[in-house]
């Protein structure tokens, strides 16, 4: 069993890291945390490096806690959404989670084009939370 979790830093990506934390201690299971950058013109060496530093504090945060823990930066170009069901599929994933954000009315008519990608095209079960 693993669990993937789609982290970015936000508060709705603090609460997902979160909440992969509890199932993943409760199913005794590995945690793959992921943070997905498209890349691109805008993405310098400094961000690069902030992104590493964050993932290089959950890690260490999340050392002592017993979990069978693995933690990726990627940067392929990809949507987030693609990169979360490409590592699910990879390490055979029984539960991916996201956070979502609160939106306006309209816009929880279309959930966001990450979640909405995510919920219709993961090989396994979605837990989406709110911050």
């Not at 943070?35 to 050392?63: F, V």
């Amino acid at each position: 069993m693993t669990i993937v979790v789609g982290f970015v830093p936000t508060k709705e990506g603090s609460a997902a890291l979160d909440r992969a934390v509890e199932e993943a201690k409760l199913r005794s299971t590995k945690l793959v945390v992921i943070h997905s950058d498209r890349g691109g013109r805008d993405y310098d060496s400094d961000e690069s490096r902030e992104n590493d530093a964050r993932l290089q504090r959950i890690q260490d945060d999340l050392s002592d806690s017993g979990l069978d823990l693995e933690v990726r930066q990627l940067v392929r170009g990809n949507e987030p959404a693609e990169d979360l069901i490409a590592v699910a599929n990879e390490v055979d994933s029984d539960l991916i989670v996201i956070g979502l954000r609160r939106r306006t009315p309209v816009g929880k008519l279309i959930l966001g084009s990450n979640a909405q990608r995510i919920l219709l095209d993961a090989p396994c079960a979605v837990l989406a939370v709110k911050a």
